[in-house]
T-cell receptor, first 112, second 114 residues
Framework: QKEVEQNSGPLSVPEGAIASLNCTYSDRGSQSFFWYRQYSGKSPELIMFIYSNGDKEDGRFTAQLNKASQYVSLLIRDSQPSDSATYLCAARPTGTASKLTFGTGTRLQVTL | SAVISQKPSRDICQRGTSLTIQCQVDSQVTMMFWYRQQPGQSLTLIAT?????????ESGFVIDKFPISRPNLTFSTLTVSNMSPEDSSIYLCSVENGGLGQQYFGPGTRLTVT
């Protein structure tokens, strides 16, 4: 079974620090990877996607992909209380057309 | 990204009844999906809504329980039939928009079955 795994947390970081969220996936042939942010009571919002090994930066967010280790991470620099949410990692496995496999999410708490 | 709306945003229903959830997109999209998210859980794909043909259901989900329509490239409905309290959940539609499989979600429908 193709799986995406995340630590459920909560991950607690002080305001201004770097939050590091991690995700591993089992399907070595997965093509692209996505990070969604979900506030309590809201639907998931796509914040980053990555498909090449290495880093991809967008503002305070950096997605990192290491296909050899089957590892994806999301770094949030200068964390703000408004970043407190659940972050879902998703992978697009091979042979599944457009379907995504989601992890269970990591809850991030940014403390004052 | 596409603007997606869902109706209703929430509902409380009695067991044994059915509820139809609508998903409207402001632009034509090829791929539309229906997910369920139970409290404190991640997203579970129910089915892919195919325009002009029957939906493709995931393991554990059947058409009799979750009939889906997709009459055109901007609209889909999901019906939750013969509801039980176990169907209490958030139901989300999503659309694929982008060449790498990026999916964007509607605001969701919070269903409570009593």
């Amino acid at each position: 079974q193709k799986e995406v795994e995340q630590n459920s947390g909560p991950l607690s970081v002080p305001e201004g620090a770097i939050a590091s969220l991690n995700c591993t996936y089992s399907d070595r042939g997965s093509q692209s990877f996505f990070w969604y942010r979900q506030y309590s009571g809201k639907s998931p919002e796509l914040i980053m996607f990555i498909y090449s090994n290495g880093d991809k930066e967008d503002g305070r967010f950096t997605a990192q992909l290491n296909k050899a280790s089957q590892y994806v991470s999301l770094l949030i620099r200068d964390s703000q209380p408004s970043d407190s949410a659940t972050y879902l990692c998703a992978a697009r496995p091979t042979g599944t057309a457009s379907k995504l496999t989601f992890g269970t999410g990591t809850r991030l708490q940014v403390t004052l | 990204s596409a603007v997606i709306s869902q109706k209703p945003s929430r509902d409380i229903c009695q067991r044994g009844t059915s509820l139809t959830i609508q998903c409207q997109v402001d632009s034509q999209v090829t791929m539309m999906f229906w997910y369920r998210q139970q409290p404190g859980q991640s997203l579970t794909l129910i089915a892919t809504a195919n325009q002009g043909s029957e939906a493709t259901y995931e393991s554990g989900f059947v058409i009799d329980k979750f009939p889906i329509s997709r009459p055109n490239l901007t609209f889909s409905t999901l019906t939750v039939s013969n509801m039980s309290p176990e169907d209490s959940s958030i139901y989300l539609c999503s659309v694929e928009n982008g060449g790498l499989g990026q999916q964007y979600f509607g605001p969701g429908t919070r269903l409570t079955v009593t």
